[in-house]
């Protein structure tokens, strides 16, 4: 396979956008805040997908915090196989002798370099996001702790992450 093609393979995220955005069709039917669910917002749209299929509610916060996690370590060995590339091209760019017998293979690293480049940039991006999910996921439930902290509960139609009616409601 040529670097060319290789860096193409390497630079291509239409799985981890489709699983950001199968992420986010789920956040919605559970009826998520969406400032819970913003960092996937974020990833979804730097990943560059733009299917609205509908999805299925998360059966439970373990089940999106899972989920969460897998995304994180797709972009994450996505990126580092990215910088390998990436690495590998300096290191044949800076050891291969006579550039001018061989133009074509230093044109071909460019054009790799030249794919690969702003696909670093956007899985990084992709990946910071997903890394501060868990800080952005305590303030969008910082009242809901507040409130349960304080000894009363949630509100009885509350639709959260599970779909289910609160027990022993309390009007």
């Known amino acids: 396979m040529s670097i060319v093609k290789t860096a193409l393979a390497a630079a291509d995220t239409e799985e981890q956008a489709a699983t950001a955005q199968h992420m986010l069709t789920r956040c919605y039917a559970s009826g998520l805040d969406p400032d819970a669910y913003r960092t996937v917002i974020y990833a979804a749209s730097t990943l560059g997908y733009a299917d609205h299929t509908k999805g299925s509610a998360w059966g439970s916060d373990r089940e999106f915090f899972a989920a969460l996690i897998d995304l994180e370590c797709e972009l994450f060995t996505k990126l580092k196989h990215i910088n390998n590339l990436m690495r590998w091209i300096a290191e044949e760019w800076n050891t291969t002798p006579n550039i001018a017998e061989n133009i074509p293979y230093f044109n071909a690293l460019l054009a790799a370099k030249d794919i690969l480049n702003p696909a670093a940039q956007r899985v990084g991006i992709a990946l910071a ?39 022993n409601p309390t009007i």
């Open 129 to 167: 996001r997903i890394i501060a999910a868990p800080d952005e996921l305590t303030h969008a439930y910082a009242a809901c702790y507040r409130l349960v902290r304080a000894g009363r509960k949630l509100p009885y139609d509350g639709r959260f992450i599970t779909g289910e009616l609160a027990d």
